[in-house]
Nanobody
């Protein structure tokens, strides 16, 4: 199994910054893409940003230019630097990793427990 533990959520005012961090542990043989998703009540979980082991990134349109995702392959961590936060960014943010615990096993999706980000106007 692979465990993902997030930290860094909280309450900030519009225009301020927050940094989310996520650390993977457990029996991960390979970790492929890592990323962050967010979810608000009544809505589906949506991709915020993702990053491949080689550093290729993908961002949701509404966070481009404000958020930056990074990872440390050696430490099995991924971080999301969120700048110029807006009330619309308020959500529970989930760390995600696509990983497998042995080379003969299929890739699986793993999720953190979620961390609340609240942006007041």
């Amino acid at each position: 199994q692979v465990q993902l533990v997030e930290s860094g959520g909280g309450l900030v005012e519009a225009g301020e910054s927050l940094r989310l961090s996520c650390a993977a542990s457990g029996s991960a043989f390979n970790i492929n893409t890592m990323g962050w998703y967010r979810q608000t009540p009544g809505k589906e979980r949506e991709l915020v940003a993702s990053i491949t082991p080689g550093g290729a990134t993908t961002y949701a349109d509404d966070v481009k230019g404000r958020f930056n995702i990074s990872r440390d392959n050696a430490k099995l961590t991924v971080a999301l630097q969120m700048n110029s936060l807006e009330p619309e960014d308020t959500a529970v943010y989930y760390c995600h990793a696509r990983a497998r615990t042995a080379p003969w096993l299929p890739w699986r999706d793993y999720w953190g427990q979620g961390t609340q980000v609240t942006v007041s106007s």
